[in-house]
């Protein structure tokens, strides 16, 4: 795309919106004009409407019986601008507000004359006198602010906004340095979204695969990084970095970030947008929350599930013992007549005791589904130590048992047309399964403030998730060949443990400078126990089914993959300037250390030389019985030379940056990042050291400047331009030379040790409008240019070819995002409790490798051009609210659907596989009963739209490679709050 047609674009689009802007903040009639002079008391004064949004309501609205309200909004006397955060509080009380986006506050008070006090930084404090406030009366007492930038600072308590509201994530949007868009914890509670991968498919340009990873504006994992609290977070997945988030309950979140456009404080490693998960601030005053759940899906409660023998804490997320290697399986490769370490050759005896040891049963029950269900609990307050000093702590913790479905799944594969003409269908799969999820969480924070200027907070995580699947596989090659029968047994259990210790001390003797740092460790590990396959195949004569000794049947797989992190920053903040231009700079450093270690260890049962063949066609039950092992059956390890490998990836970076206010109406962030990674992955065979090893190693040091200006329009808008370098390094798995297969008809895949980082250059342009503090209305446009980007390719590998992965040549992305949130007071007085949201984001983009191998490409089966993998060219997000202060009633019902996106490459003339568009539609009722209760209605998938993959993007039935649904889930939750 040309840069001419990137500026028509850019130019249609925004000139309109501009040109409207005046238009669309007008459409509340009942915001109130602020009063710059001085205060002006008005008692019974004009009643603001509802414009605060959802979450944050008129500050005019009544009082509690026995108090009134004093509301007003606080403004610059010079720039007439209201002053979002200043502060009002009561004289001789603790009670204190904050002025929100409009600058506008709200005191419940006892009845009586009140004295109050308003402060803003640089301006200079101003006291209201005898403010009379009677109870069931709104008085309003608006208050303008002087600057005074000669004045020293005034020394107050810093006040951290709550960050979980509309109002709150709209504010700290505004006035934030990058392009970025978030969920707090409110919008979450109001749908029926049970962790943070589900949250995140709210935000703008964000969709969720497999439903656990993240995609910003329609790329794929690998261009996404994801940071808890500010620091980088591990991976748990032994093939992929990117971090499932389904592993943060919701309830431990304050909001869910994704910042779009890279400033130099950030790490480099995003291209569509660093995913900042935000844990809950400290209470207040003590808080008590409970709450259980119970769902029902369609397609699974009270259904029966094929299902097995597992242990007596799957329902906790992990296996207890029944599916480890026994004790019995030596360290040493177990093989008939295999060499011992310490001399002598392993006996027909001791394999068949092998055998026996390692046979766990291959038989499947089918198993009665009960309903979904959670709960949750959370603790937490606020200790006033004497003095300043305050110990505040939060606590929760929080489980949930979820029965997923896959109903009706049937997959296809192809054959290419001889004659390039349409592929031939060949082997047909039918299917239905159940997957039992266990996810479950504890999450606590102290944090310790010896005065205003200093905060130190300890953070502890530990989240653990699992899944138990049971399925069998009916399969029908269309080419002639036999019938087979395909089950699996697997359990893989993830979990991830972190703790951060972190601190922000504000230093008065250099003019209010801030010092920054954090320290945290983690560990994330994936366990895949026993994971046992079986496949039959049907005698077309008899119709009897016998046992296929194929690689896969009759295996046993076991891998363990363990991830650790030391990580560390620090940071500078040093105001050179304040009052209507300030200006500040900002340096720091980090580091990472990361260590990864993954081992899998392969056995298999095959038919013993010489031995009854009948014997074959008895059911899993009977035939893998300790009696056929050493008999009919014996065991061998068939584990690759490549299945251990360890990985050390170290990285250090710097940075500088200023943010200063050129006028007060044009702002810069202008700065750069030095990284410096070291990356060192090492597959070897365990069992001869003496084989070669196979390395991956690189040394980096890359630059990565970024400038982002923000021109303030006006009071309430903002127009946003960013320009910057960031990267996309490789995963490790894509790095190892491991080898592995997904189940007994997928396709091999290899990394690739020569891989290299990707390059991109980033430019954003956004024009953004606030019109109140639960409004917004935006549209953007981006563009990226990669340089070697990866991508996954087939290569030639016998019958079906082998899945690995290289850098191509290069490739783009060019996109628009438009999103408005507005209440609907303005269309009829009837509609003011009624709110409409909704984003759109549309993409195109291409990449090429070259497929000729003499001009420095690649032989490669699959195509050479094609859209980014995971990239979707459109993602909507619908939706329309209500909620009523006086009833406690709530409803939000959301609408989503994503383009085609391009799931896997084709291969020798076949077309590549692209998911397909998926309407999902959710509805959530809630109503709150009494001041601590609250009961919720949530309807997900209301219609029940089919996941399908098909050949080609026009998503033609007739080359449908896989399709299935996974149900309409309906939860009844109830919640108490005290």
Known sequence: MSLRRISGVVAALVTPLCLGATAFAQGDPGAAAPQPDGAAPQAGGPAAEDVAGLDEPSPSRPPPAGKGVVWGVVTDTATKEPLLDAQVSVVGTKLKAIADLDGRYRLELPPGTHQLRVWYEAHKPQRVQDVRVTAGQVVQVDVGLDPDQQTEEVIEVEFEPERASVAAQLLIRKNAAHVGDAIGAKEIAKTPDRNAAEAAKRIVGATVVDNRYVYVRGLGERYTNALLNGAPLPSPEPDRQAVPLDLFPSLVLSDITVVKTFTP????????????????????????????????????????????????????????????????????????LGSKPGGGTITRDEMTAYGRAINSSMVTTRSFTPPNGSGSVVVGDTLKLGGEQRLGYIATLSYGRKFAPRAEERTRAFLPAPLGGEPVPNVDTSTGSIRDQVSWGTFASVTYNPDQNHKVTITGLHSRSSEDLASEINGNPLDGGSVFRDTLQRFISRALTLGQLQGEHRIGALDGGTLDWKASISHASSDEPDTRETVYIRDDTSGAYSWDEGTLSGAHFFSNMTDVNYGGQLSYTQPLARGDTPTRVKLGGLFNLREREFNARRFRFKQRPGSDSTILRQEPGQLFSDENIGTALELEEITRETDSYTANSDLYAGYVMTDAAITRWLRAVIGARIEASTLSLRAFDRYSPANPEIKAESDDVDLLPAANVIFKASSSSNVRLGVSRTLARPQLRELSSTLYQEGYSGMEAQGNPDLGRTSVVNADLRFEIFPTAGEVAAVSVFYKHFQDPIEEVIFPNGGRGRLSYVNAEAGHVAGVELEVRKGLGFVTPLLKEVTALGNLTFVQSEVTIDPDDNEGGVTIESTPTHPLQGQSPFVVNLGLDYASESTGTSARLLYNVFGARLKRVGRKGLEDEYEQPRHQIDLTLAQRLGEHVELKLAGENLINAPIRVTKGSDGDEDKIASQYSVGTTVTLSAAFTY
């Open 265 to 336: 404080d950030l790490p480099g490693d995003f291209v569509g947008g660093s995913v900042q998960v935000n844990t809950r601030e400290l209470p207040t005053r003590f808080l008590f929350q409970a709450s259980l759940s119970l769902g029902l899906n369609s397609q699974a409660t009270f259904r029966d599930r094929l299902s097995y023998a597992g242990s007596g804490t799957d329902w906790l997320g992990f296996d207890g013992g029944a599916r480890a290697l026994p004790r019995e399986i030596p360290d040493y490769k177990v093989v008939r």
